[in-house]
């Protein structure tokens, strides 16, 4: 046995005999310190084990640097439809499913201005933001304050955003944004685009706000239990609200960014990007901290089902792998995340 | 006695797991008697309604029999109107949104042969039938929420007797004047009479001693699980002879420790003209140091009242003054009123309390994160000893801030739950049932925290059902009746005393002590 077991007795005896639970919970404790760890970073693992196959495999196409800055570099979208979901998310509403259509409208909003309006980039990047952040106000209304269902509206909204964005682009892909404008987006720092280290800080602050920051601590127990945060004075409804328009900025923000490195924007594509949003984000509640939704947890998440999807396509599977692969991943995560004690349901 | 009795028990026990909520319950009601069933909450009361109506399963060995022949046990809906045993339960059970007959009928619809549709003029007419019995003109096509009080029991009653035939039956009330108005109380007693005239039998379950010495011929007295007084005739009987059979002498007497004394001078709180769903109009002063009790029967406001002055729940009237500051209470938030020095320990701590999935430390601090402190850093060290303070106190077991709330034994989520709230240094601490569901050794300790506090300046109220705690906790009982203060307790205070004031209709009616527990059976 080991020292801690062997101390036990002792402790027992000097703790209150007026409690009435047992230190029975102790041992289990201990041998469940280290599989903890392994539930925490299992995710390095089986990136590790897939990258080896990968490599393998296809040594001379998988194996490079360019895998690695296709990788790292083309998830733009993704990372920051990442954080807009983790706002709601982490707050305790079920999956804000309009995230995707709200990028994509704002990354339709910029072009569309630009080419179709004459408007100067910087007015039509503003709006494009205030877009984003006006449409997550009106999901905060209709969830927040009117109480309905996190679901339906958003998936309301997200059907009517797209609907939006084919309305002004004529159904049509939209480009024609100046290549000077891309630099915001795609101006290669140290090997990969700018945007890569935009996605990176956002995610480090916002790990910091819920970890460290009132705020953070409020939002955590807004998602345990709106109850009790209402009682000890938390502005839960402040909180639930904010959230909705803090993910509209992030999509905002976000398509802006994309339509510049892409010097425009087709809206139609916007759907595809739900699946593997939704997906990193279950997948972060199986990692770092295990049970619950972290950014950045997400982060490697996404990086990780790129890499699977990429290396699939290297090895010549063909446009249907994304649709299985994102699915099962979708299933796996959130069924993982809800047997971790996740707040899945 | 040739005639079998209408309802006979024999030897009825329940056992949850090592807690017998029911012993060898045995009890014979007559054709067309009306019999009471008395005792404190807890005394297996509705246990037994339950077994009889057939939620829960009696433990083996007991028998019910209607008429002379056993009821299959658990009971069954079915056998249970073919026998004509019906319940009346404490909200009377019906469906505001649905029409008289629909409520009526419920279950027992007739259809058309061919089509299988209701066959609606039959219903109505049906339910007329039953109501006129009754001696009522009701329009079977109301909606039953808009249907006066008096006119909802006799619906909920005319439900009950349907399927019985006059002279056959027996309708059991379970508390059922808790969701009628005064007025109607007299037009409720009288159809329940017309029951027993017709030849029915009423079991009447209920805590107002009044009601039952004026409806019924015998009574059945129930302390802690088992009979304490067995059918007796209700002329023999007194509302302080009844009290004493349902007090007995099985209450723990906790010693009063001495305490600091009350300095009158000391700021407390004063509510004045609070009104809420239940309570009406009251009037109260804690001074700092004072420990304050408020009980009642369930609905009396006892329950809401903890809740209306913390901002929780909705107020219609009411200020409240901690110290200097003067806090209107309609439209006050939870978060107005702790800033202002209240701290509140709700009853349901899974739902109200505590994040049951987030760990002792963090519940601890949620209070006071982001009061004062840097927005931007909560820090740690502080945190830490916060919740040290909490476990070693209270003694929290295991003793591990880190560990998760959820995992943690009921009396120990009560601790954390009352440290978290002493934590914030409260002017006034409203508890409500601070021990309730918490074994011996966490109660004491709860207790002496409480008591701590008091002693430190807080002002205390104490807002719960069981007469042993408040004389443990408390400086001072109020007693609530329909909202309104009806009694006032001063030391010394014993827990018959709150007994009597809290189920006599008139307050100081004189216990009959002693001899009371033991001529019963």
Redesign the interface.
């Known amino acids: 046995m080991d020292p801690e077991t062997s101390r036990r007795p002792n402790d027992a005896s000097t703790a209150r005999v007026a409690s009435s639970d047992r230190h029975e919970r102790f041992p289990v404790r201990r041998q469940g310190r280290a599989r903890k760890e392994l539930e925490r970073y299992w995710i390095i693992g089986a990136w590790l084990v897939m990258t080896g196959i990968y490599s393998a495999l296809r040594p001379s196409t998988f194996a490079t640097i360019g895998t690695l800055q296709t990788v790292l570099g083309s998830q733009t979208a993704l990372v920051f439809l990442v954080l807009a979901l983790m706002c709601t998310i982490a707050t305790g509403e079920f999956v804000d499913l309009s995230v995707a259509s709200l990028l994509g409208l704002s990354a339709t909003v910029v072009p569309v201005l630009y080419v179709f309006h004459g408007t100067s980039l910087v007015v039509a990047s503003a709006i494009g933001i205030a877009i984003g952040a006006a449409a997550g106000a009106l999901n905060g209304f209709f969830v927040v304050v009117l109480g309905v269902n996190t679901i339906v509206i958003t998936l309301g909204m997200s059907t009517f955003l797209l609907g939006i964005a084919l309305l002004i682009s004529h159904l049509n892909a939209v480009s024609g944004l100046p290549p000077s404008f891309a630099d915001i987006a795609v101006a290669n720092v140290w090997g990969l685009p700018i945007a890569f280290y935009y996605g990176l800080l956002l995610v480090l602050v916002f790990a910091y706000i819920l970890v460290f920051t009132p705020l953070g601590r409020h939002m955590e127990f807004v998602a345990s239990n709106r109850e009790v945060s209402r009682l000890a004075g938390v502005r839960v409804n402040r909180i639930r609200f904010g959230a909705f328009v803090m993910a509209g900025l992030f999509c905002g923000v976000g398509g802006v960014i994309v339509s510049a490195g892409l010097g425009g924007f087709d809206p139609s594509s916007s759907v595809g990007y739900l699946l593997p949003t939704v997906s990193a984000v279950f997948l972060s509640a199986t990692v770092i901290q295990p049970g619950r939704f972290n950014p950045l947890g997400a982060i490697i998440g996404l990086y990780f089902l790129a890499t699977g999807e990429l290396g699939l396509e290297i090895l010549g599977a063909a446009g249907w792998v994304a649709d299985v692969f994102y699915g099962a991943a979708l299933i796996t995560a959130v069924a993982l995340s809800s047997v971790l004690g996740g707040r899945a349901s | 006695m040739t005639d079998p009795p209408r309802l006979a028990v024999n030897g009825l026990s329940k056992t949850f797991g090592r807690n017998r909520a029911l012993r060898d319950l045995s009890l014979s009601i007559a054709a067309g008697e009306i019999h009471g069933l008395v005792g404190q909450n807890g005394s297996g009361k509705s246990t037994f309604a339950k077994l009889l109506s057939g939620f829960h399963t009696p433990d083996p060995g007991g028998a019910m029999l209607v008429d002379g022949v056993p009821l299959r046990l658990p009971t069954r809906a079915a056998e249970l109107r073919d026998r004509g045993v019906a319940v009346v339960h404490q909200d009377l059970g019906l469906v505001d949104r649905c029409t008289v007959v629909e409520n009526l009928r419920i279950g027992a619809f007739s259809a058309n042969r061919l089509s299988r549709a209701i066959r609606w003029p039959h219903e109505r007419e049906l339910a007329r039938a039953t109501l006129a019995e009754l001696g009522h003109d009701i329009d079977p096509r109301a909606r039953v929420g808009d249907l006066s009080a008096a006119d909802r029991a006799t619906v909920a009653i005319a439900r009950a007797l349907q399927h019985q035939a006059p002279g056959h039956g027996l309708v059991m009330f379970d508390e059922s004047t808790r969701a009628l108005p005064r007025a109607s109380l007299d037009h409720f007693y009288a159809l329940v009479r017309r029951i027993a005239v017709r030849g029915g039998s009423v079991l009447l379950v209920s805590h107002h001693l009044d009601e039952v010495l004026a409806l019924a011929d015998r009574v059945t007295v129930l302390r802690d699980g088992a009979v304490t007084g067995s059918s007796i005739a209700t002329d023999e009987l007194t509302e302080g002879k009844l009290i004493g059979l349902m007090l007995g002498h099985s209450l723990r007497q906790q010693p009063r420790t001495e305490r600091a004394r009350v300095t009158a001078s000391a700021p407390g709180i004063r509510a004045q003209g609070v009104s809420g769903r239940l309570v009406r109009d009251l009037d109260l002063n804690i001074g700092a140091g004072e420990v304050v009790g408020v009980t009642g029967l369930v609905g009396s406001g006892y329950e809401e009242l903890p809740y209306l002055l913390?901002g929780?729940a909705r107020a219609s009237a009411g200020t409240l003054t901690i110290g200097d500051n003067r806090i209107e209470l309609v439209g006050a938030s939870?978060?107005d009123l702790?800033?202002a020095g209240l701290a509140?320990v709700?009853e349901r701590r899974d739902?109200?309390?505590?994040?049951?999935?987030?760990s002792v430390l963090?519940n601890v601090t949620?209070?006071q994160?982001?009061?004062g402190?840097s927005?931007?850093?909560?820090g740690s060290a502080w945190e830490l000893q916060e919740a040290r303070w909490v476990v070693d106190q209270l003694?929290?077991?295991?003793?591990d801030p880190q560990?998760r709330v959820g995992?943690?034994?009921g009396?120990?989520q009560q601790k954390v739950l009352l440290g978290k709230w002493l934590r914030t240094a409260p002017t006034f601490l409203l508890l409500h049932e601070p021990t309730q569901g918490v074994?011996v050794?966490?109660h004491?300790?709860l207790i002496t925290a409480v008591r701590q506090a008091a002693n430190e300046g807080s002002a205390v109220l104490v807002a719960g059902l069981d007469p042993a705690e408040l004389v443990a906790l408390c400086d001072r009982v109020v007693v609530l009746r329909e909202g309104r203060a009806a009694a006032e307790l001063t030391p010394p205070i014993t827990a018959d005393e709150i007994v009597v004031a809290v189920y006599g209709a008139t307050a100081g009616t004189m216990v009959h002590r002693g001899g009371g527990g033991h001529d019963g059976p």
């Open positions: 913390a929780a939870p978060r702790l800033a509140l709700p739902e109200h309390g505590l994040a049951l999935s987030l963090k949620l209070p994160i982001g009061t402190r927005k931007a850093w909560i003694g929290v077991r295991p003793a560990h995992d943690l034994s009396g120990n074994d050794g966490a004491d300790d």
